[in-house]
């Protein structure tokens, strides 16, 4: 595995390589098997797989956790090596911003609702940046997960929007074994807030039930009963619930024939967590 940490080599490698079919896995690092099943994925569909490690500043709120987010280079480069990566990415701050950016990609409306609503600017981090790894390494497909659903929704409306010429594929939400979504984030979990985490996976599965067997279709009914289950647990601060479709992120009063999105954001202690689940609804 080659390890390339500025924009000019990028480039040179993605010249050598003109007639191989590249794939793009961005990452800000920490990797487990989430990021390794993306990875796994374009290895299946590409001759060449790029990794980019960057934790980008970005897409930090001045009051998030950008100081302190996990970082493990040794594991991530072992993981990544392991796991097929033919070149990882790893540019540091100066390379990808050797002057102050004045350019910023916003694709709204859909970054205003969910994450987007208290992550003010977020979603503009993202795309910014996504639009900077597709323009350094001209990848035939990026790949992301459905872990964040609505930064899939952004990024495939920035591609088509901007006729950007690469292919935006989804994989989907790798889990431990109880169901918690895997994410870097995790390791802010205590033990206990550990344990109670895993109601965001059961309140969406339970979620999916009473929508697909018991019928139950009104929307505000649905969102109380989230909140509900949540806050079962006691050290649980429900961010949001929602129901919206997909990938339109709208609102809905009822669902009838479409896809949908069931939404959580959730705090526990230092841990922000995130889930969804996507599903088709039959009228
Ligand atoms: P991150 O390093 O958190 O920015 O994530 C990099 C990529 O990995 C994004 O496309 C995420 O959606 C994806 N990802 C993170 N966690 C998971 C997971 N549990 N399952 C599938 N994909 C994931």
Redesign the pocket.
Known sequence: MQHVHDIRTMRRERNKNSNAVIGL??????L????L??VEKARNECDRVVMSLFINPLQFGPDEDYDRYPRDWDRDVALAEKAGVDVLFAPDASEMFPETLLTNINVSSISDVLCGRSRPGHFDGVCTIVMKLLQIIDPDTV??????AQ?VAVIHKMVKDLNVDTNVTT?????EGDGL????RNVYLTDEERKQAVILYETLQNTRRKIENEHWRRTEAIRKEMIRSIERMPLAKVEYAEVLTYPELKPILTIEHQRILLALAVHFGKARLIDNEILEVEG
Do not use: N, W
């Not at 994989?171 to 889990?175: A, E, Y």
């Not at 979504?181 to 870097?184: R, V």
């Open positions: 896995v961005p990452t800000m690092g920490f487990h098997e989430g990021h099943s993306l790949y992301f997960g459905q872990k964040d930064q994989c989907p939400i790798i889990r979504a895997k994410s870097s």
